[in-house]
């Protein structure tokens, strides 16, 4: 009996092939989608929140920028990641958390009765926000069920060799998330830590951060997993911007989500 023919089986492998390749191309040629809402609508801390899709199945993490106001570098380094190329999952970006502080520069939002935000989100005495965007941000959390938090800040001096927190990567301690939150904050300060040669001006790790903050919150009330990103605001602005991207960036790649370097 005559072989049959494997002529039509190439042909569908090959035509297979081309299906193939043209489906990998529309992946490779998916741009993030982009989407935009508020918070705290109606008040004085009306902000934006961005939401940035790649298109495909990952994690989804949410960065936090301008709790405080005097904290120049973080709003603008929230922006700065609005363009990142997100090859799988989505970030939802806060630049500008507190508006009021951001307005006068200063930590505190003026006139407001609870004017430190890093202070207003549930405690161990406290189960609910407290305040106008403390709420507004929490129940926003907690319907995007992040699988990360990152909180972005800066302090006065260097944590390394002074009482300020700047210059440090802030985790907070809980079991349930401990096997996330602590390799992930040790990644983030060996990356930091590469663009520092003076030892008293080295990124250390703080734990557990301040009572009422909002990335000690999000772990020990929800167990979603955070980290406060700080810089140090004694340094130029450049310099600043290009170590918070660079720690969010570790994050970011060590979930996948960016496209290998
Ligand atoms: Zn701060």
Redesign the pocket.
Known sequence: MARPSTAPLLRRRALGAALMSTALCRVARARPRQSTGKLAVGTSFETSFHLIDSGHQGPTVMIVAG??GN?LAPPQAARLLLGEPLAKGRTLVVPEASRPALAAKSRYAPASRYPDL?RNFPTSQRSAPRGVMAPALWDKTKSLGPDWVLDL??GWGFSASSKSMGSSVVAAVDPRVEAKVLPMAESVLAAANRTVTSRPRRFTMIRPGPSGSFARATVEHLAIPSLVLETTWVQPLQRRLDQQLLMVRTVLRALGMLPSP
């Open positions: 709790i405080h904290e890093n800040h800066e």
